[in-house]
């Protein structure tokens, strides 16, 4: 026992100190543009793709539709729908703001929209969004996106488009993080390895994709969640370039080792998912109907999926996870 503590403190601190051990810190891994392909490598480039991380967690396999549910040794991937029973072929913000809030955005409007929200959807975000209800629970949420200055100019200015993920961060009052974020590892860019940030003049080192991973891991082992958000997927999607898709499925898979590296599987869980499909097909330019992985690793992955079958099923198995405890 410390010197000067009494047994009662002791043990109520032992007992904080065990709450703390056994909290599930979750990071969302939210990858824009990545559904289920065919099992056919003429279209669909995950089929080729090494992924040395990916194809680990998932022993071997990798994420198709043709495999259903996985449940491997530390992973569990679960198909989601996209399409949320409306017509047509699934966007970003109708698909964002339905993951974030468990509201079915693309019914409440009557159509898929994208790529950010209109008036109707920031009121869905703004009236029930996941940061908001963990806020209100007292939990620390945290989104590990850095912005550039030019973000925060066009903000004051009143002229910043926000994505769905980057409104609902507005409305629920967290914190956008900035380049001395970003400089000091308390942040990782959209971008990942800060190459693009260095290019415009940004003072701030050129990491790995691994090393962007540690990052966010850290970050998240000080937070009850955290969200990252990552489109290049869909970025490559449209442009169908099989060079930019080879190099952006290596950086994800990197991305994913180095938050591995950094993680505790006994008391953190990583969710990896999306918001609908596009990059899985090389043969059209746009998004499609496949339904997106939903990729479980870590802590309470047991609990949580049997609760996910579609976007709108993210936000509330989250919310619970973390009040839950």
Same mark, same amino acid.
């Given at each position: 026992?410390?010197?000067?503590?009494?047994?009662?403190? !002791?043990?109520?601190?032992?007992?904080?100190?065990?709450?703390e051990?056994?909290?599930?810190?979750?990071?969302?891994?939210? !990858?824009?543009?990545?559904?289920?392909?065919?099992?056919?490598?003429?279209?669909?480039?995950?089929?080729?793709?090494?992924? %040395?991380?990916?194809?680990?967690?998932?022993?071997?396999?990798? %994420?198709?539709?043709? /495999?259903?549910?996985?449940?491997?040794?530390?992973?569990?991937?679960?198909?989601?729908?996209a399409?949320l029973?409306?017509?047509?072929l699934?966007?970003?913000?109708?698909?964002?703001?339905?993951?974030?809030?468990?509201? @079915?955005?693309?019914?409440?409007?009557?159509?898929?929209?994208?790529?950010?929200? @209109?008036?109707?959807?920031?009121?869905?975000?703004?009236? &029930?969004?996941?940061?908001?209800?963990?806020?209100?629970?007292?939990?620390?949420?945290?989104?590990a /996106?850095?912005?550039?200055? *030019? *973000?925060? &100019?066009?903000?004051?200015?009143?002229?910043?488009?926000?994505?769905?993920?980057?409104?609902?961060?507005?409305?629920?009052?967290?914190?956008?993080?900035?380049?001395?974020?970003?400089?000091?590892?308390?942040?990782?860019?959209?971008?990942?390895?800060?190459?693009?940030?260095?290019?415009?003049?940004?003072?701030?080192?050129?990491?790995?994709?691994?090393?962007?991973?540690? @990052?966010?891991?850290?970050?998240?082992?000080?937070h009850?969640?955290?969200? *990252?958000?990552?489109?290049?997927?869909?970025?490559?999607?449209?442009?169908?370039?099989?060079?930019?898709?080879?190099?952006?499925?290596?950086?994800v898979? &990197?991305?994913?080792?180095?938050?591995?590296?950094?993680?505790?599987?006994?008391?953190?869980?990583t969710?990896?998912?999306?918001?609908?499909?596009?990059v899985?097909?090389?043969?059209?330019?746009?998004?499609?109907?496949?339904?997106?992985p939903?990729?479980?690793?870590?802590? &309470?992955?047991?609990?949580?999926?049997?609760?996910?079958?579609?976007?709108?099923?993210?936000?509330?198995?989250?919310? @619970?996870?973390?009040?839950?405890?």
């Open positions: 026992m410390p010197r000067g503590c009494t047994k009662q403190q !002791f043990t109520q601190q032992a007992n904080s100190s065990l709450i051990r056994l909290t599930t810190h979750i990071l969302l891994l939210f !990858f824009d543009g990545w559904g289920l392909g065919a099992e056919d490598a003429a279209t669909n480039p995950f089929i080729a793709a090494p992924m %040395p991380m990916l194809r680990d967690l998932l022993d071997g396999a990798m %994420p198709t539709g043709a /495999n259903g549910s996985i449940n491997a040794a530390h992973a569990t991937l679960i198909p989601t729908d399409t029973g409306v017509p047509g699934p966007q970003s913000a109708t698909g964002q703001t339905t993951l974030l809030t468990g509201v @079915n955005a693309a019914r409440a409007i009557g159509e898929h929209l994208g790529p950010y929200p @209109n008036a109707a959807l920031r009121q869905i975000l703004a009236r &029930e969004n996941l940061f908001q209800h963990l806020i209100a629970a007292n939990r620390r949420v945290a989104f /996106n850095a912005y550039p200055p *030019f *973000f925060f &100019e066009r903000l004051a200015r009143g002229k910043a488009r926000r994505s769905a993920t980057s409104y609902a961060v507005h409305v629920a009052g967290v914190r956008y993080r900035d380049v001395d974020d970003l400089r000091a590892g308390r942040a990782v860019s959209a971008f990942v390895t800060n190459e693009l940030w260095r290019k415009h003049g940004a003072d701030v080192p050129l990491i790995t994709a691994r090393a962007a991973g540690q @990052n966010l891991a850290r970050i998240a082992r000080t009850d969640f955290t969200l *990252f958000e990552y489109f290049l997927t869909d970025v490559a999607g449209h442009r169908a370039d099989s060079a930019l898709t080879a190099f952006v499925l290596a950086e898979d &990197e991305l994913l080792r180095g938050v591995l590296d950094g993680s505790d599987l006994t008391d953190s869980l969710i990896l998912t999306s918001d609908h499909g596009n899985e097909d090389a043969s059209a330019k746009g998004h499609t109907r496949n339904p997106v939903t990729l479980l690793i870590g802590a &309470e992955r047991a609990q949580i999926v049997a609760q996910i079958h579609s976007l709108t099923d993210l936000a509330p198995a989250i919310v @619970n996870c973390v009040v839950g405890k």
